[in-house]
């Protein structure tokens, strides 16, 4: 895919460290041509990112938090005062107290409730709001990302399975909504992955070792894969493609039970 995002820039929100799915989708946007701008919140995750974005050429970083109005338009302020317009943008921002990651979902605070679906779900709706009169000449591409915890019970992911479910159906309303601008908006939705943020989920590894060992592939995805795939989505490839969410899991949702060696 060399080459098919040449001519385009987009903002990548939510790279943590090297094994980010949002790095794994910005490494791969790089190598296909793309120009990259990154945003962080705090100073520790702005060190650690600071030499990654350097390694794919971009010198653009801008602190935000996704909670903090002001700090959003401060953020897409700088943006477009740099670049007028942008061709895509990635979400990848979640998140939930860890305490509540694990144990029954009946136990949800409210205030976490509210918190994560803050963070994991109104802040895509927000950003693709300040990303609009960036991308409604040319159109683009928003993308953000979910997990199948969204629709089937998944130990431990509690409140996240509800915040990803709010997020799957804000991308359709979102692309229906840019659609006749030309913007196109989706959700990949990779496997269990070893983020930092998956990380904090109770039970982990075994949720990764069950994926890993049951999926049709008998493989979780990989960050190249999930790149791939944002590439895909991104590029002219994609251009018809809106309103979707792209499973990146070895085949794992199709299942019904678990394959027989391992019942």
């Excluded at 029954?104 to 509210?114: A, L």
Aim: hydrophobic share 40%; with cysteine.
């Amino acid at each position: 895919m060399c080459g098919v995002l040449t001519g385009k820039r987009g903002l990548i929100m939510g790279v943590a460290n090297d094994r980010s799915i949002a790095w794994g989708i910005a490494k791969a946007m790089s190598e296909a041509g793309a120009e990259l701008a990154f945003t962080y919140q705090g100073e520790a995750f702005g060190k650690r990112l600071a030499p990654l974005a350097e390694s794919v050429g971009s010198d653009f970083m801008v602190d935000v938090d996704v909670t903090d109005e002001a700090s959003l338009e401060a953020a897409f302020g700088q943006l477009s005062a740099r670049w007028p317009t942008i061709d895509f943008v990635v979400h990848a921002i979640a998140y939930s107290d860890k305490n509540e990651l694990t144990g029954r979902f009946i136990n949800t605070s409210r205030d976490n409730f509210k918190n994560s679906l803050d963070i994991s779900c109104y802040s895509f709706i927000d950003v693709a709001r300040r990303a609009y009169p960036m991308m409604k000449e040319n159109g683009g591409t928003l993308l953000t990302l979910t997990y199948g915890g969204s629709n089937r019970v998944t130990p431990n992911y509690n409140v996240m399975g509800v915040a990803k479910a709010a997020l799957e159906s804000a991308t359709r309303y979102l692309a229906n909504d840019l659609g006749p601008d030309g913007i196109r908006v989706n959700a990949i939705s990779p496997g269990p992955m070893k983020t930092l943020a998956g990380a904090a989920i109770g039970g982990a590894r075994k949720t990764y070792k069950h994926t890993d060992q049951n999926a049709p592939l008998r493989s979780n995805a990989t960050l190249e894969a999930v790149g791939g795939t944002a590439v895909y989505l991104a590029s002219d490839a994609g251009a018809f493609t809106t309103g979707e969410i792209i499973r990146v899991d070895g085949g794992y949702h199709v299942l019904g039970m678990p394959q027989p060696e391992n019942l």
